[in-house]
């Protein structure tokens, strides 16, 4: 129903920074949150940040909080992640979001659609 692309990602020295985009197209109208999550293999997917589409509220995991910022363009039907201050713990492929209505918006269940995923490797 939806698709979702994520770029930006790449190979940065700690301390660096990247900035992530996410573009969705298909049925988006229902979108109501967009979320990052990032993974390293071996562990579940993670929480990075959410933003509701329509009231502009975020929110942050505790470990990327003051380093990382989620916006978004409703016109481009983009979410973008801001990371700035990348540490190697950092290091994982990110995933971009989207979902419905959820009363968990930081958990992956709660997000049916999902992009392929971006490499993002910090070095130290």
């Known amino acids: 129903q939806v698709q979702l692309v994520e770029s930006g990602g790449g190979s940065v020295q700690a301390g660096g920074s990247l900035r992530l985009s996410c573009t969705a197209s298909?049925?988006?109208?229902?979108?109501?949150?967009a979320g990052w999550f990032r993974q390293t293999p071996g562990k579940e997917r993670e929480f990075v940040a959410v933003?509701?589409?329509?009231?502009?509220?975020?929110f942050y995991a505790s470990s990327v909080k003051g380093r990382f910022t989620i916006s978004r363009d409703s016109a481009k039907n983009t979410v973008y992640l801001q990371m700035n201050s990348l540490k190697p713990e950092d290091t994982a492929v990110y995933f971009c979001?989207?979902?419905?209505?959820?009363?968990?918006?930081?958990?992956?269940?709660?997000?049916?659609?999902w992009g392929q995923g971006t490499q993002v490797t910090v070095s130290s």
């Open positions: 933003i509701n589409w329509r009231g502009s509220s975020t």
């Open positions: 298909g049925r988006t109208l229902s979108n109501y949150f």
């Open positions: 979001a989207v979902s419905g209505s959820t009363a968990r918006p930081a958990a992956p269940a709660s997000y049916p659609d």
